[in-house]
């Protein structure tokens, strides 16, 4: 049947996205192929899209398969259906390929798709549309976060020059890239925060909760390192007040722990180098680490009661031990 052969054919051009969103997500964080912040939000999100469109169509198989396939009238919706979700499925490319939307317009469509909940759709036109008034609402924005991008760069330079000029860092340069555009997402987080404290009376926002060192060194040797940076990322993502602020913070967290513990690899010798890290974020985002002895001894203990509170025991609500990338293996696998 027609739509068998439809949706088979979908099933594997989302297997093949898929596949491929991920070796890019996994080269990012094995620090192989870096990507930008706002390209790995956008590969994050291209990932969930693409399972969701797998698990439906799936479903939408083994329907079909279970079901009276003679009935001309089903066929022609699934063959509706089919049809609407290509036009949205290549939405991306069309957009990206578009000869009449200038760069900007197209960088501000995608964002805007990023934005929009699963289950609402815009055509091309629509979207293209919504991204020009969007950019005429927001005509220094742009230049003010390219200024400020630079800003940041040429402190990052100067630090390095101070604190690293006789080190050997060589297999951590490419960090020199990922931490200026780190720092500035989260520079802008806090300002969107800010300015949302400002505009509403019920929001209190005192700047973000410092973080302890020891958390990021015993991150995978100790459960209470592992819950308090859990706790502390949580904390600064009820600070947020948007699903975009949260999407981001998500997203800022994973960069700045990837920074982290790079860094913190290096021993001793990236001591100097973490420091010229720390002032940057520390002065762009007011950021700022535990120091007082006191202060890192009573916190510890907090951690150690409330860890004993805690049930380790339970798991994640859609806990499964063969994840899809497993079956997706062992089929693999199976097949060769």
């Given at each position: 049947m027609k739509a068998i052969i439809a949706l088979e054919a979908l099933i594997k051009e989302d297997e093949e996205q898929l596949k491929l969103a991920k070796k890019k997500l996994a080269d990012h964080e094995s620090g192989e192929n870096p990507l930008t912040a706002f390209m790995k939000i956008s590969t994050e999100n291209s990932i969930e899209k693409a399972q969701k469109r797998l698990e439906q169509s799936k479903a939408m198989l083994a329907?079909?398969?279970s079901q009276d396939l003679q009935e001309l009238e089903e066929e022609e919706r699934l063959k509706d259906e089919l049809q609407r979700r290509k036009y949205f499925h290549l939405q991306r490319f069309r957009i990206k390929h578009n000869k009449i939307a200038s760069n900007d317009e197209k960088i501000e469509a995608m964002m805007i798709l990023d934005e929009l909940p699963s289950d609402i759709e815009f055509e091309d036109s629509k979207i293209l549309s919504i991204a020009k008034e969007s950019l005429k609402l927001n005509l220094s924005s742009q230049d003010t976060i390219d200024k400020k991008l630079q800003e940041i760069r040429k402190d990052f330079e100067g630090l390095l020059k101070q604190y690293t000029k006789d080190m050997d860092i060589k297999d951590i340069e490419l960090l020199n890239i990922k931490i200026p555009i780190t720092v500035l997402h989260f520079w802008v987080l806090k300002t969107n925060i800010e300015?949302?404290?400002?505009?509403n009376d019920d929001i209190n926002f005192n700047g973000f909760p410092k973080y302890e060192d020891w958390w990021i060194d015993e991150l995978w040797s100790s459960h209470q390192a592992y819950y308090a940076l859990y706790k502390w990322k949580?904390?600064?993502?009820?600070?947020?007040?948007?699903?975009l602020q949260k999407q981001s913070w998500r997203s800022i967290f994973n960069a700045w722990l990837f920074i982290k513990k790079a860094i913190n690899a290096k021993g001793k010798l990236g001591f100097k180098y973490n420091l010229a890290f720390d002032e940057l974020i520390s002065k762009y985002t007011s950021l700022e680490e535990e120091l007082d002895e006191n202060n890192l001894t009573s916190m510890e203990n907090i951690i150690k009661k409330i860890t004993i509170k805690e049930d380790f025991t339970k798991?994640?609500?859609?806990h499964n031990v063969v994840t899809e990338y497993l079956q997706f293996k062992k089929e693999m696998l199976t097949s060769s």
């Open positions: 329907d079909l398969m300015q949302n404290a400002q505009e949580e904390i600064i993502y009820n600070q947020c007040q948007t699903d798991l994640d609500k859609d």
